[in-house]
Nanobody, 121 residues
Framework: LQLVESGGGLVHPGGSLKLSCAVSGFGFRDYAVGWFRQAPGKDLEGVSCISSESGAATMYADSVKGRFTISRDNAKNTVNLQMDNLKPEDTAVYYC??????????????WGQGTQVTVTS
């Protein structure tokens, strides 16, 4: 699988961004997809993930619950991460990953190159 993130940028606190992960390769709907982030000087952190097929199961890190929403569009081979009420501590490079499950980075096989999100006033 090949994964390409888009949608990052600079936003003020309280603002919103929508990240997209475009996945190419056979059998997209068969794979769960996760979002991770890495802030400067910090470890890679699991943010959210969505199950395969209909995406009926989702997981969120406590730090983003109620603010971020993950969804998938199997017709477009994309997984989106809607991020609302952004905070400066959300500043990080965001990565999507596939062929795994959960919020532990080591569980995933395929990774994108990342997109920068900066939240600053």
């Amino acid at each position: 699988l090949q994964l390409v993130e888009s949608g990052g940028g600079l936003v003020h606190p309280g603002g919103s961004l929508k990240l997209s992960c475009a996945v190419s390769g056979f059998g997209f709907r068969d794979y769960a997809v996760g979002w991770f982030r890495q802030a400067p000087g910090k470890d890679l952190e699991g943010v959210s993930c969505i199950s395969s097929e209909s995406g009926a199961a989702t997981m969120y890190a406590d730090s983003v619950k109620g603010r971020f929403t993950i969804s998938r569009d199997n017709a477009k081979n994309t997984v989106n991460l809607q991020m609302d009420n952004l905070k400066p501590e959300d500043t990080a490079v965001y990565y999507c990953a596939a062929n795994g499950w959960g919020l532990v980075s080591g569980e995933y096989v395929d990774w994108g190159q990342g997109t920068q999100v900066t939240v600053t006033s």
